[in-house]
Nanobody
Framework: QVQLVESGGGLVQPGGSLRLSCAASGFIFSSYNMGWFRQAPGKQRELVARIIKGGSTNYADSVKGRFTISRDSAKNTVYLQMNNLKPEDTAVYYC???????????WGQGTQVTVSS
């Protein structure tokens, strides 16, 4: 029943932009903190951005000033706007949902982002 479906990944040149979307279903969206993680081959999965239930956000130092996370509760969707992309941003990006009280975690299947000339 629970689904997190990422979309919006692709190939982009350095300095370009992409907007990732994560469509959620099967759980109470408003009761979950949402986040984006990424993982490059040979590297650990890292937190990129998080938005909590109350709307506060936090970002990895490597993306501050370039990425923006937001959520649309009416659409049960979380977004990641990525600007001024760099080759080191290349990774599979995963959507994550964390239950505020239950601590349950759900993950999407990931979407590939490749930044290359």
């Amino acid at each position: 029943q629970v689904q997190l479906v990422e979309s919006g990944g692709g190939l982009v040149q350095p300095g370009g932009s992409l907007r990732l979307s994560c469509a959620a279903s099967g759980f109470i969206f408003s009761s979950y903190n949402m986040g984006w993680f990424r993982q490059a081959p040979g590297k650990q999965r890292e937190l990129v951005a998080r938005i909590i239930k109350g709307g506060s956000t936090n970002y990895a130092d490597s993306v501050k000033g370039r990425f923006t996370i937001s959520r649309d509760s009416a659409k049960n969707t979380v977004y990641l706007q990525m600007n001024n992309l760099k080759p080191e941003d290349t990774a599979v990006y995963y959507c994550n949902a964390e239950g505020v009280l239950s601590k349950r975690n759900y993950w999407g299947q990931g979407t590939q982002v490749t930044v290359s000339s």
